[in-house]
């Protein structure tokens, strides 16, 4: 008796977790990047720009850690 085995298979088990892992580490490295981003531009605003969209210097790390939500917990209306 003789046992065949096909090399992609094992390749592909072994390949498969680390593309998922990969693929989770880079995207949480571009939410990262994109919170950077924001913090930069929302830190080169002035006080008064700050206040004109509804937010102030010190909730500028919660606002860019939390992009989808209000930090006053108040929610846009959609208009049409």
């Known amino acids: 008796m003789s046992t065949i085995f096909d ?14 892992l990969f693929g989770a580490f880079w995207a949480g490295f571009q939410d990262w990047r994109a919170q950077r981003r924001l913090q930069a531009a929302l830190s080169d605003l002035s006080d008064r720009e700050l206040t004109d969209i509804g937010t102030t ?23 049409i």
């Open 57 to 79: 210097r010190c909730e500028i790390d919660y606002v860019a850690s939390h992009r989808d939500a209000d930090p006053r917990g108040a929610r846009a209306v959609d208009r």
């Open 7 to 20: 090399t992609r298979e094992l390749r592909q088990t072994i390949a498969s977790p680390l593309v998922i």
